[in-house]
């Protein structure tokens, strides 16, 4: 194990061996192992945007045993699906590489202003499957988010106690935020913090933009010049935000963009220390190939960034 792993086990301290064990199995995992960094391929797409918009780009993709296979040779960190996807290929790849059961999903065929995800796994599924760390999505901002909360709180605790992780995808949306305030930095995060205060021991948000959304919040950041003219700046204010810097921070891939956007992007959040990314569509949308060569690329600017000291 590397110092810099060790060090970031002693930020979870409370946590019982086996928690920090799986965690110690993550961050040692694949091309950027014990750099305190991660690359994490995550496929949910399909639950939650349907096969056609996720898998046709690259129709190889709608296999699930694809996934392990591109996760393994581009020496991602971890793994993360919804359980049939994992169910259907774990046994073929059994003990190859960390996976992350999502044990909630949305659909988007009848879309409402105050969305609240269904658990369609459980942790039972996660230690049956040989999985490393749960994964749950909470929508900050939701008139529902309050049994979102509830929920995670439960499984945080159930899979504590049988040595699991808990992965939170944290996304504010609800009918009172404006589409911009979903990504806007005081949102952000908030929506990061909240996901520290539940029990995450890695969380997921989105890049955040420089708007601010709540007019109590604008006054703190222009009072007390908080830097968000950057994503490295805004970056820096998300790590900060989680327990400051003592919980592990990524950050989505998102739409799918070009290559030099990906790696700009990845670029900023390194350079504002956040902790990596977890690439979806912008990996397994493009000739595998293509994925692994863009993976390897997002992998050596983190890998550069830990080199240089960076947190």
């Known amino acids: 194990m590397t110092p810099r792993v060790r060090e970031i086990l002693s930020w979870y301290g409370s946590e019982p061996p086996g928690v920090r064990a799986q965690l110690a199995r993550i961050l040692g995992h694949g091309a950027l192992g014990g750099t305190g960094r991660l690359v994490i391929l995550p496929v949910d797409q399909g639950f939650e945007h349907g096969p056609a918009r996720s898998f046709a780009p690259n129709p190889p993709a709608y296999d699930p045993h694809y996934f392990f296979e591109l996760a393994l040779e581009a020496g991602c960190s971890a793994y993360a699906a919804p359980l049939g996807q994992l169910a259907a290929a774990a046994d073929a790849f059994a003990g190859e590489l960390p996976l992350i059961l999502k044990l909630n999903s949305n659909d988007v065929m009848l879309q409402g202003t105050e969305p609240c995800p269904a658990v369609t796994g459980s942790v039972e599924d996660a230690l049956r499957l040989g999985c490393s760390a749960i994964g749950f999505t909470i929508y900050p901002g939701s008139e529902l988010r309050n049994l979102m909360y509830e929920q995670v709180r439960e499984l945080v605790a159930e899979a504590r ?90 950050f989505s891939g998102g739409e799918a963009k070009s290559r030099e956007e990906v790696l700009e992007e990845v670029r900023q959040i390194a350079a504002g220390g956040g902790f990596g990314s977890i690439m979806g569509r912008n990996a397994f949308q493009r000739p595998r190939q293509e994925a692994v060569a863009l993976l390897r690329e997002v992998m050596e600017i983190y890998r550069a960034a830990a080199a240089g000291g960076a947190a």
């Open 161 to 250: 106690s049988c040595g699991l992780p808990t992965v939170i995808w944290s996304y504010p949306r609800g009918g009172r935020l404006s589409k911009q305030g979903e990504t806007a930095v005081d949102i952000v995060a908030y929506a990061a913090h909240v996901a520290c205060q539940l029990g995450a021991h890695i969380v997921k948000v989105k890049p955040p933009t420089e708007h601010l959304e709540l007019e109590a919040a604008k006054k703190v950041y222009r009072e007390r010049e908080i830097p968000i003219a950057t994503l490295a700046d805004r970056v820096r204010h998300v790590v900060q935000s989680c327990f400051g810097g003592r919980r592990l921070v990524v």
